[in-house]
T-cell receptor, first 113, second 110 residues
Framework: EAEVAQSPRYKITEKSQAVAFWCDPI?????LYWYRQILGQGPELLVQ????????DSQLPKDRFSAERLKGVDSTLKIQPAELGDSAMYLC???????????FGQGTRLTVV | KQEVTQIPAALSVPEGENLVLNCSFT??????LQWFRQDPGKGLTSLLL?????REQTSGRLNASLDKSSGRSTLYIAASQPGDSATYLC?????????FGAGTRLTVKP
């Protein structure tokens, strides 16, 4: 069964360092989402791609976060510099279109120390 | 701005009970509503997707209903089992994005 792949599963980094997460969506899925989930809360959208184009990045802290999906397939989310408040689960999801069922990866648990 | 609320925040039931989880949303102009399950430290597993034109969806012991006009959805779990223990999240897809509630943490006691 096709899955959304994310790596790494866990990441510990010191504050002010750079960190990057990778996501490979289900093959053929044009829409890709990055979400951040703080413990005990629901996921919050950071950025949404349709193919290689950004559809929504209104909640992305652009002073330190960046995201790209250069060939419209896999995607990278970067944080530079990391802050203590960035500690969270980072989830990637994909769907065939922006209106279809979304499938999530296992997430990357980030701890900033 | 779409607001999604899930009640209760936590629920503990004995094994075998039937239970209902609630999800409400403020803007009825939605494309679909999706229910997810999340185990501790893991990603989200899709359980059921209800299109805006549908009233309910069923999968095994799970049944989800949607009343778009009142901004409500329920997830019914029949004959609960300890393996159902997890956090259940609902997400609403509207014209802007997919917005989540904070979830209901379910514990099913043997």
């Amino acid at each position: 069964e096709a899955e959304v792949a994310q790596s790494p599963r866990y990441k510990i980094t010191e504050k002010s360092q750079a960190v990057a997460f990778w996501c490979d969506p289900i093959s053929g899925h044009a829409t890709l989402y990055w979400y951040r989930q703080i413990l005990g809360q629901g996921p919050e959208l950071l950025v949404q791609f349709q193919d290689e184009s950004v559809v929504d990045d209104s909640q992305l802290p652009k002073d330190r976060f960046s995201a790209e999906r250069l060939k419209g397939v896999d995607s990278t989310l970067k944080i530079q510099p990391a802050e203590l408040g960035d500690s969270a689960m980072y989830l990637c999801a994909s769907s065939v279109t922006g209106k279809a069922e979304a499938f999530f990866g296992q997430g990357t648990r980030l701890t900033v120390v | 701005k779409q607001e999604v609320t899930q009640i209760p925040a936590a629920l503990s039931v004995p094994e075998g009970e039937n239970l209902v989880l609630n999800c409400s949303f403020t803007d009825s102009a939605i494309y679909n509503l999706q229910w997810f399950r999340q185990d501790p430290g893991k990603g989200l597993t899709s359980l059921l997707l209800i299109q805006s034109s549908q009233r309910e969806q069923t999968s095994g012991r799970l049944n989800a209903s949607l009343d778009k006009s009142s901004g409500r959805s329920t997830l019914y779990i029949a004959a609960s089992q300890p393996g159902d223990s997890a956090t259940y999240l609902c997400a609403v897809l509207d014209n802007n994005d997919m917005r989540f509630g904070a979830g209901t943490r379910l514990t099913v006691k043997p």
